[in-house]
């Protein structure tokens, strides 16, 4: 459903409304920054999240104040930003980034069902490192009541990305400038072990969480 | 100033609202997420800035919704969030995650002073690439007026942010369980030149312009 809200008012072409580049966009990333007003005050939160079909799943702790916010049913927005590349351009104003964005708008509800709660948690846990749920301890009842789990129903979402160089006037391009794309992404790096001794699992060697661009 | 709206709610230790903090996490950064209510509806937009003292340049098309919005001088949250690692627990409750946050308050206005506006723009571009404005042709006077310009005075800000191993349950140090922190970090890859031949500049090469945590 596309209205007033999400129309992409700038650079319609690079913009898409479809469920696949959406979903694509959502599912190679873990945090997502969750806006919501009050008092006509706006608060954007940074969260993890997890994706379940049109549903996004949201978790922390029992007292946190966004997740209570969010659970009035208050209108929500959920954005997801990758950064791909810093575009360099010769004239100061075509310079630009590659990026991949999706903004979501629904509205959240807790999860009070103990069943549906623990597989949220599983999602949420699988969306960011999948294999890790089955390796640890679950929850324990405690920690389940300490917990506030919330399901955002995306009702409507725009995507939108860059991508490729710079698009330089004509007569820009015979400045004696570097132009192109300085590539960016979220490296994992070496894990490191809190001091037990195991090897890494196979899962974590090879997370394949972290957002990697088609192109530059 | 700390009022209700800034107060840290949830673990108030990994939290402070000295400014040092909030600057060094503003300028490791350069991407925000911008959030704005219009008639209750919340909307987090990314975007690039610029810090400059207590102010935030922000900048975009002159038909841009966000900024036509920010300009009324509404309130505003602009938060930036670095991911420094996923915390690997031996129980699926204490995962966690690594990072340093930014929430800012404020509201912006519109800089409509052509000199103030190009130093703005500077700016901005120095804080995304120090050293790149010198290289590249500046604004022309018709990209200046296509380009809109705002600065977002903070009014309030806090910093959160957590590092450091997970902390697990006595009882769950004898899991069988690898756990430790993966770090994960924005990082720079080889530039790529948009054709025409030229070395990429020292800046370049040696951008700094990406967050690097202090530890994991």
Redesign the interface.
């Given at each position: 459903m596309i209205t007033e809200?999400s129309k992409l008012?700038?650079l319609p072409d690079r913009g898409s409304h479809e469920a696949e580049a959406v979903n694509r966009i959502l599912d190679a990333g873990f945090?997502a920054?969750?806006?919501?007003?009050?008092n006509?005050?706006?608060?954007?939160?940074?969260t993890?999240y997890g994706r379940d079909g049109d549903r996004l799943y949201l978790h922390?702790?029992a007292?946190?104040?966004m997740l209570r916010e969010l659970d009035t049913g208050?209108?929500?927005?959920?954005?997801v930003?990758h950064?791909d590349g810093?575009v360099?351009?010769?004239?100061?104003?075509h310079?630009s980034?590659n990026?991949r964005?999706v903004?979501a708008?629904g509205t959240a509800r807790k999860i009070d069902d103990r069943e549906r709660k623990i597989e949220a948690?599983r999602v949420i846990?699988e969306h960011?490192?999948r294999g890790?749920?089955a390796?640890?301890?679950?929850?324990?009842e405690q920690?389940l009541k300490?917990?506030a789990v919330l399901e955002f129903t995306i009702e409507e979402a725009s995507a939108k990305m860059r991508t490729g160089?710079?698009k330089d006037d004509a007569d820009?391009?015979a400045?004696?400038?570097?132009?192109?794309?300085?590539?960016?992404?979220?490296?994992?790096?070496?894990?490191?072990?809190?001091?037990?001794e195991?090897?890494?699992?196979e899962y974590?060697r090879s997370?394949q969480?972290?957002s990697q661009s088609q192109s530059?």
């Open positions: 809200r008012r700038r945090l920054h969750v806006g919501f007003c009050v006509g005050q706006p608060f954007v939160i940074p993890l922390g702790s007292a946190s104040r208050a209108p929500a927005c959920v954005t930003t950064v810093l360099l351009a010769r004239s100061a104003f310079h980034m990026y964005c903004v708008f948690l846990s960011l490192m890790r749920w390796d640890v301890r679950g929850p324990a920690e300490a917990t160089g710079p820009d391009y400045l004696p400038v570097w132009a192109g794309v300085l590539p960016v992404s979220l490296q994992a790096g070496e894990p490191i072990p809190d001091g037990v195991s090897e890494a699992p974590l997370a969480i972290f530059a």
